[in-house]
């Protein structure tokens, strides 16, 4: 396999490292952190702005009409930094998975504006008591034509600032997906404490008027594509984190001294790093090929779920060793690393556990097996 990046691709993450890299400085990141969870909107400006949002999106909608590599090189960037912008849970979870439904007038005019920048949207995968994006406990019913949804969504990633929520629900038996406006009738978002302090919220929807994109095995392919293009973009996020990590133990080490020398000269400290190192390199090639078979339109593969395993057992990994080869400075919040490794928690996590997707592979393994 050729996992070699286009002359676009490059351009695309170099602008994106570059517009990170460049603002979400620590101190920025410290001042905004005051208030509590917040979109960073001064950063999010400057990505709409360059088309970095846009990038995979399609020309007619007035993206760069790149690939969903192009996707995932932007969330390693934002990994890398930690910024607190909606990228995956606006363009990678809700935007590009309905692009494929935009004869729908609605679903067109609402991608249009996400590009254009003038609003944001957002999917609802999670409920209290039910992390199977799959199985939703939520309904939804239907009288003259009109669609309303009941049930509990939580862990809604900037649902405050979102002009609509993807929804997934069960209407007579089947599955069904369709839009809602968080702020409207029948809805109430109350703010939730997560590890990283990104801003999610709880939704409860109580006859929730709402916009039907899909039903039966239409809604089912479009909650396949979101969760898998989910995954590999928390698994491209994770690449980022993982890096980041080693680099910040990496030049800590080599400042630090014990016993009258640094301590990167000690072998079990360089040998460790180096464990990182190739951990991140797994990571990388499991994610890549993953995100291959995404963009191929396969969305339930063995490389998806292996690429979550890498992506929980690196996180733990690295995290880990950078916290040891920090001693107690790494928790300390004036200094940087500890967004890391609460982002590193968040994504080990997200969307299943590595045992979680091991099971999964397990299944898919008993059934080539039973098919004979």
């Known amino acids: 396999m050729d996992f070699s990046l286009s002359d676009m691709h490059v351009e695309i993450r170099g602008l994106a490292h570059k517009i990170l890299g460049e603002l979400a400085t620590m101190e920025h990141l410290r001042a905004n952190e005051v208030n509590g969870p917040y979109l960073d909107n001064i950063i999010w400006q400057q990505c709409i702005e360059a088309g970095l949002h846009a990038a995979a999106m399609p020309e007619s909608l007035g993206g760069s009409g790149m690939d969903v590599f192009a996707a995932t090189l932007v969330c390693e960037?934002?990994?890398?930094?930690?910024?607190?912008?909606?990228?995956?849970?606006?363009?990678?979870?809700?935007?590009?998975?309905?692009?494929?439904?935009?004869?729908?007038?609605?679903?067109?005019?609402?991608?249009?504006?996400?590009?254009?920048?003038?609003?944001?949207?957002?999917?609802?995968?999670?409920?209290?008591?039910?992390?199977?994006?799959?199985?939703?406990?939520?309904?939804?019913?239907?009288?003259?034509?009109?669609?309303?949804?009941?049930?509990?969504?939580?862990?809604?990633?900037?649902?405050?600032?979102?002009?609509?929520?993807?929804?997934?629900?069960?209407?007579?038996?089947?599955?069904?997906?369709?839009?809602?406006?968080?702020h409207g009738a029948g809805c109430m978002l109350v703010e939730q404490s997560i590890t990283t302090r990104e801003p999610q919220y709880q939704l409860t929807l109580e006859n929730a008027p709402a916009h039907c994109v899909a039903k039966g095995n239409v809604a089912q392919l479009l909650l396949h594509t979101v969760t898998a293009m989910t995954t590999v973009a928390c698994c491209s996020m994770a690449i980022g984190v993982a890096d980041r990590m080693m680099r910040i133990t990496g030049e800590y080490t080599s400042q630090r001294e014990q016993f009258g020398m640094k301590i990167a000269a000690f072998q079990s400290v360089a040998h460790r790093l180096a464990d990182c190192y190739i951990d991140i390199e797994c990571l990388k090639i499991s994610t890549q090929k993953a995100t291959s078979d995404v963009a191929q339109g396969i969305y339930d593969s063995d490389a998806i779920h292996m690429a979550k395993v890498w992506c929980g057992d690196v996180l733990y990994r690295v995290s880990q060793a950078s916290q040891h080869m920090h001693g107690g400075m790494g928790i300390d919040r004036d200094y940087h690393l500890f967004r890391y490794c609460l982002w590193a928690k968040q994504l080990e996590l997200m969307l299943g556990n590595s045992r979680t997707h091991l099971e999964k592979i397990g299944e898919h393994l008993a059934q080539k097996y039973l098919a004979g």
């Open 77 to 182: 960037a934002i990994g890398q930094t930690v910024a607190s912008i909606p990228f995956i849970p606006c363009i990678v979870s809700t935007a590009l998975p309905l692009q494929n439904y935009r004869q729908d007038p609605v679903v067109e005019k609402l991608l249009t504006d996400v590009v254009a920048g003038k609003t944001l949207i957002t999917t609802a995968l999670l409920e209290p008591g039910n992390d199977e994006p799959k199985a939703p406990a939520s309904t939804a019913s239907s009288s003259n034509g009109k669609w309303q949804v009941n049930g509990i969504k939580h862990c809604v990633p900037y649902a405050r600032h979102s002009a609509q929520v993807l929804i997934f629900a069960q209407a007579d038996g089947n599955l069904w997906a369709g839009l809602v406006n968080p």
